[in-house]
């Protein structure tokens, strides 16, 4: 079946650790992003990427980190710097990159992160 | 700058019609979709407009007036299950084409 995969479903950490969220997709599109959603909040975007070895900062992007060495991959980290990091994390790919005219974005499953 | 707004919350009969609306102010207007989000899961795509008019798809309508920064999704013969959140975004070309999320309307379907 093709998809994009997050794991794990539910993590915990102890303040001040770095954390590294996974994101897998097998549907061969070039664009893949990174959300947060807070309750009662939309969805921001963190980074996205258009192309392997190629991504940009999203609307707030202090505190994480991205790597895209792989199509079919790109994991997140949440370092120390990160000041609130508890939230609901979703990573989504996109067929065409980010110039195609339609872009209907595929969603994982999410990541509930909690730092304790 | 760019925002969207959209009601937090709303209620209606199973069976009934209800309609969510959405505004949004974006310098690079480049399409706008809808998504629908159960509690604790993924958001899934709906529908997506770029031209002014009424896209139907089954039981979900969905409305562009570009002139009026104005779209609504419009739900038919109401059912439990559609008591989820439901997205508004749109795709804006200056910055990079990315898709901006409004913070979502809670649907609650009583029977």
């Known amino acids: 079946d093709g998809g994009i995969t997050q794991s794990p479903k539910y993590l915990f950490r102890k303040e001040g650790q770095n954390v590294t969220l996974s994101c897998e997709q097998n549907?061969?599109?070039?664009?893949m992003y990174w959300y947060r959603q807070d309750p009662g909040q939309g969805l921001r975007l963190i980074y996205y990427s258009q192309i392997v070895n190629d991504f940009q900062k999203g609307d707030i992007a202090e505190g994480y980190s991205v790597s895209r060495e792989k199509k079919e991959s790109f994991p997140l980290t949440v370092t120390s710097a990160q000041k609130n990091p508890t939230a609901f994390y979703l990573c989504a790919s996109s067929p065409g990159g980010a110039l195609s005219s339609y872009n209907e974005q595929f969603f994982g499953p999410g990541t509930r992160l909690t730092v304790l | 700058g760019q925002n969207i707004d959209q009601p937090t919350e709303m209620t209606a009969t199973e069976g009934a019609i209800v309609q969510i609306n959405c505004t949004y102010q974006?310098?690079?207007?480049?399409?706008l979709f809808w998504y629908q989000q159960h509690a604790g899961e993924a958001p899934t795509f709906l529908s997506y407009?770029?031209?002014?008019g009424l896209e139907e798809k089954g039981r979900f309508s969905s409305f562009l007036s570009r002139s009026k920064g104005y779209s609504y999704l419009l739900l038919k013969e109401l059912q439990m299950k559609d008591s989820a959140s439901y997205l508004c975004?749109?795709?804006?070309?200056?910055?990079?084409?990315?898709?901006?999320f409004g913070a979502g309307t809670r649907l609650f379907v009583k029977a």
């Open positions: 407009n770029v031209l002014d």
């Open positions: 975004a749109v795709r804006d070309r200056t910055g990079g084409f990315k898709t901006i």
């Open positions: 974006t310098s690079g207007f480049n399409g």
């Open positions: 549907l061969n599109h070039d664009a």
